[in-house]
């Protein structure tokens, strides 16, 4: 019942993180609503960054993009789910921040956050499939 307790409070703190720093930045509400962008062309940004030799932030940005969103498909895992649930998992949420960033005009709605943040989650659900398989072999002996 503990560990129970333990995952929801730290998903909950994983999610207010994620939030404050995908939605809820500094200025949020300060502009209009509907105010956002929305850019479709899947790596426009990181095609930019790479031209101009700015390899730091592309860094940032891509592993940022998998790695916020890898417990949302570990979160699947650990609640018994199966791979293709990661997806929709990741999606979902993905979907969720890019809308919110749109309506509150605080980022730009990309294409390929979704890719990405899509990616991460699955990347998730597998580290979380390979250390619960480790655990339980370490418990078995």
């Not at 700015?54 to 699947?76: E, H, S, T």
């Not at 890019?98 to 998730?124: H, K, M, P, R, W």
Request: a positive charge; one cysteine or more; proline letters at 1%.
């Amino acid at each position: 019942m503990k560990k129970i307790w333990l995952l929801r409070i730290l998903t909950a703190l994983w999610l207010a993180v994620l939030l404050r720093i995908t939605v809820f930045r500094n200025g949020c509400f300060s502009h209009g609503l509907f105010s956002g962008r929305v850019e479709l062309d899947a790596f426009a940004y990181y095609a930019e960054l790479a031209r101009r030799g700015n390899w730091r932030y592309f860094c940032y940005l891509f592993v940022g993009n998998l790695l916020w969103f890898a417990p949302a498909g570990a979160l699947v895992r650990l609640r018994g789910g199966k791979l293709w649930q990661a997806v929709p998992a990741g999606l979902g949420l993905s979907l969720l921040v890019e809308t919110l960033q749109f309506v509150l005009g605080s980022g730009v709605s990309e294409l390929d956050d979704l890719i990405l943040n899509t990616a991460g989650a699955l990347l998730g659900y597998a580290a979380a499939l390979a250390l619960l398989s480790v655990f339980r072999r370490r418990g078995a002996h």
